[in-house]
């Protein structure tokens, strides 16, 4: 099974911040098959960033994905109040999918 | 637009089986991955199992002795299956389907509670 293991888990920032959320995998992921998602109180999880660097349908170029192997990142350039949520990194690429345990952002 | 949603009862007796549908419309689940996710209350996301009119179906392994998904294409629903249930096993339940094993669409969520 790959463990997933975000960094850090809980942030404390402001609007307007850069922020890069960190996701390090116990094994290489295979083909970088990993998802960042963003999860807000009582909604379902929206895919922002799939294969670790593809923006999903709809997402703004303030979010961008990165790495390989083991490490990836998510860095959100300029954060909106909208943005202050949960984030998950998750790999899709060999059974059991998995999930890191989540980044929380909140507001400062 | 590919909408699925999740049917079934609320509420689960402990060492009981729980099973929810998952309704499909705006696309055939004969050509997707289908499967399901779990979020308990303040908890992360799990994945449960996925299942594919061609393919093998894969289960998470921490739950593969309890966990069956199947698919009625006549109905375009797929369903899932947990046995024995405990608190434990307390959880929003997502059902997802997909071109892959990557989420293209989500249901969204219906909240099963195990209790006497």
């Known amino acids: 099974e790959i463990v997933l293991t975000q960094s850090p888990g809980i942030l404390s920032l402001s609007p307007g911040e850069r922020v890069t959320l960190s996701c390090r995998a116990s094994?290489?992921?295979?083909?970088?098959?990993l998802g960042w998602y963003q999860q807000k109180r009582g909604q379902t999880p929206r895919l922002l960033i799939y294969?670790?660097?593809i923006r999903a349908t709809g997402i703004p170029d303030t979010f961008s994905g990165s790495g390989s192997g083991t490490d990836f990142t998510l860095t959100i350039t300029r954060l909106e109040p909208g943005d202050f949520a949960v984030y998950y990194c998750?790999?899709?690429?060999?059974?059991?999918?998995?999930f890191g345990q989540g980044t929380r952002l909140e507001i400062k | 637009q590919v909408q699925l949603q999740e049917s079934g009862p609320g509420l689960v007796r402990p060492s009981e089986t729980l099973s929810l549908t998952c309704s499909v419309s705006?696309?055939?689940?004969?050509?997707?991955?289908c499967g399901w996710f779990r979020q308990p209350p303040g908890k992360g996301l799990e994945w449960i199992g996925y299942?594919?009119?061609?393919?093998?179906?894969d289960y998470n392994p921490s739950l593969t002795s309890r966990v069956t998904i199947t698919l009625d294409t006549s109905r375009n629903e797929f369903s899932l299956r947990l046995t024995s249930v405990t608190a434990a096993d307390t959880a929003v339940y997502h059902c997802?389907?997909?071109?892959?094993?990557?989420?293209?669409?989500w249901g969204q969520g219906t909240l099963v509670t195990v209790s006497s």
């Open positions: 997802v389907t997909g071109g892959g094993w990557l989420v293209d669409y």
């Open positions: 705006g696309g055939s689940i004969s050509s997707s991955f």
């Open positions: 299942t594919h009119y061609s393919k093998d179906t």
């Open positions: 094994q290489s992921v295979p083909k970088n098959y």
């Open positions: 294969d670790a660097s």
């Open positions: 998750q790999q899709y690429a060999v059974p059991p999918i998995t």
